[in-house]
């Protein structure tokens, strides 16, 4: 059988230990945007503050395209019960956000983002009237 005293094992340890560290120290630390995907969480409520089912959610980059209605970067996502969608791997930047259900909407009023942080579930509340 194999047979090895403390110091023997100590010896031929500590070598591979070192060299674990070593490479350990050695590579560049990963950010968290790297990991983890940007994300934006919109919920829809009514002006007085009720969660807005159904309302369907479409995001556009310039404000330009939000007043045509044209090449929207995400959507069009219809809200879950919680009156909230998800839009998943966006770049981080800000965003024109159009809600609508039925006759109210959101025009014009808390239309664009901030810039969104990168790597981050990001989150913004939308009122329709």
Request: proline share 3%; glycine share 6%; charged share 25%.
């Amino acid at each position: 059988m194999f047979n090895m005293n403390f110091r023997t094992m100590k010896k031929s340890t500590l070598p591979l230990l070192l060299g674990f560290s070593l490479i350990l120290l050695s590579t560049k630390p990963v950010q968290r945007s790297q990991l983890m995907s940007t994300n934006l969480r919109v919920t829809v409520l009514d002006d007085l503050g009720n969660l807005q089912k159904g309302a369907v959610v479409v995001v556009f980059a310039t404000e330009q395209d939000y007043r045509f209605e044209t090449n929207p970067v995400a959507g069009p996502e219809e809200t879950d019960k919680r009156g909230r969608v998800t839009f998943k791997r966006i770049a981080a930047q800000s965003y024109y956000i159009m809600a609508v259900k039925g006759a109210k909407k959101n025009d014009g009023k808390g239309v664009k983002t901030s810039k969104l942080d990168a790597g981050r579930m990001n989150k913004i509340n939308v009122v329709i009237r």
